[in-house]
């Protein structure tokens, strides 16, 4: 079973940055996909970015060239690095984890953490 913890969350102007974190444990961190996903008020959840155990990284057309995935296995953490932040960047971001490499849906996903809000205001 593993445990997936968000922080890093806030609230930011349009164009401000912000860098979410996701502490992993109770699992072999380097053999996971990590994804993060995000998923605003009256929205279905969606896809932002994926991270494999060999680095290969895929991000959602939405946020490619403004937000960077990465992970330290190190650390069993994985990040979101999020820049030039715009209002429809606003939702309830999740971090999580697949044995697989699949799709980008959320029902490729094994396990989920809690979600940090990121507010971004006009």
């Known amino acids: 079973q593993v445990q997936l913890v968000e922080s890093g969350g806030g609230s930011v102007q349009a164009g401000g940055s912000l860098r979410l974190s996701c502490a992993a444990s109770?699992?072999?961190?380097?053999?996971?996909?990590m994804y993060w996903f995000r998923q605003a008020p009256g929205k279905e959840r969606e896809f932002v970015a994926r991270i494999t155990w060999s680095v290969l990284t895929d991000y959602a057309d939405s946020v490619k060239g403004r937000f960077t995935i990465s992970r330290d296995n190190a650390k069993n953490t994985v990040y979101l690095q999020m820049n030039s932040l715009k209002p429809e960047d606003t939702a309830v971001y999740y971090c999580?984890?697949?044995?697989?490499?699949?799709?980008?849906?959320?029902?490729?996903?094994?396990?989920w953490g809690q979600g940090t809000q990121v507010t971004v205001s006009s």
């Open positions: 999580a984890a697949a044995r697989s490499y699949g799709t980008k849906r959320p029902q490729a996903v094994d396990y």
């Open positions: 109770g699992g072999t961190f380097s053999s996971y996909v």
